[in-house]
């Protein structure tokens, strides 16, 4: 008989030891901002798992630590759907910290004026109103959570805050150091259509176009003759002056809604001379402001600019 071979027990982190791996429980009451917390770490990179029961959390964080470093932040999101979930999940967060994992509990609250006025907009039913009132299932609800809300390492009251004022919470909460804002200049050509991700949208051919220098029409914005010749051009200093301020304040007010990716989109007939120079020099210009001063002025001080040059249709001709 062939001998199967042992378990892998090296893809598993012993007991105590800190793996890497975070864990976070969101939970907290019926439409106080659940799906919103959701989202949000989401996008700060979280592997987020809705309504998962308590005694299968460990099984994932496991599977996390067999990931060998692709999966390192995990999010289950628990609600009364899990009608006896409170002490089963205080064991699992208990036998989780043995084993070096850290977790992290984020609960979410509201008054009950604030969470009616929600349902009664939204025309829901609270999930334990049954037949009584919104009121009667507010009222179970916290008496069902209440042992949950007493071990939570975060409580954010949403009753008063709007929803980038709760992602800016969260945010703060679970980044480590300085929250990122990506800054995309993409140059394009006209010729082939505006990008559809555009959020600003900037027209460069009220510049010379170096196509009709015989001696520039087959280099690129990328070259140093094509360069000096766009921004020698007149207007071209003074445009990326101006427009240097117009992001910046363009950019703080995105970074004050929780808008964290914005695509300026700069554009010239071919996508080839005009708009790429232009790019390069902005990102330039903005990287060396970022250096200098760390934010745009009046940005989020917590926030960090991170500039990105893409060039969409350089090449196709």
Request: glycine residues 10%; contains cysteine; negative net charge.
């Amino acid at each position: 008989m062939t001998q199967a071979p042992p378990a892998d027990t090296d893809q598993l982190p012993p007991d105590g030891e800190v793996t890497g791996i975070e864990v976070a429980v969101v939970s907290g009451l019926s439409g106080a901002g659940r799906s919103t917390a959701a989202k949000c770490l989401e996008d700060l990179g979280w592997f987020v798992v809705d309504n998962l029961p308590p005694e299968l959390i460990a099984t994932m964080v496991d599977l996390g630590a067999r990931a060998r470093g692709e999966l390192t932040k995990i999010a289950v999101v628990l609600d009364v759907r899990s009608r006896a979930f409170t002490e089963d999940l205080a064991e699992v967060i208990r036998d989780l910290d043995s084993k070096g994992y850290p977790v992290r509990l984020l609960y979410l609250e509201a008054s009950d004026a604030a969470l009616i006025r929600r349902y009664e907009a939204n025309r829901r039913q609270h999930p334990l109103q049954a037949g009584g009132r919104i009121s009667d299932g507010l009222a179970a609800e916290r008496s069902l959570l209440g042992p949950l809300r007493d071990e939570a390492d975060v409580i954010i009251d949403t009753s008063d805050i709007s929803v980038h004022e709760l992602r800016d919470r969260i945010e703060e909460e679970f980044t480590a150091g300085p929250r990122s804002s990506t800054l995309t200049l993409l140059s394009f050509g006209y010729k082939y259509g505006l990008p559809l991700d555009a959020d600003l949208v900037v027209d460069m051919r009220f510049l010379p176009n170096p196509f009709w220098i015989p001696e520039l029409r087959d280099k690129t914005g990328l070259d140093p003759e094509v360069r000096d010749y766009v921004l020698t051009q007149e207007g071209a200093a003074e445009f990326l002056d101006q427009y240097i301020g117009l992001l910046d304040l363009v950019g703080a007010g995105y970074q004050r809604e929780g808008k964290r990716y914005l695509t300026v989109a700069i554009g010239c007939t071919g996508g080839k001379h005009r708009s790429v120079a232009i790019a390069e020099e902005l990102g330039r210009r903005l990287r060396d402001n970022r250096l200098s001063a760390g934010r745009p002025s009046g940005g989020h001080p917590d926030v960090q600019l991170d500039v990105q040059v893409a060039h969409r249709d350089l090449g196709r001709e």
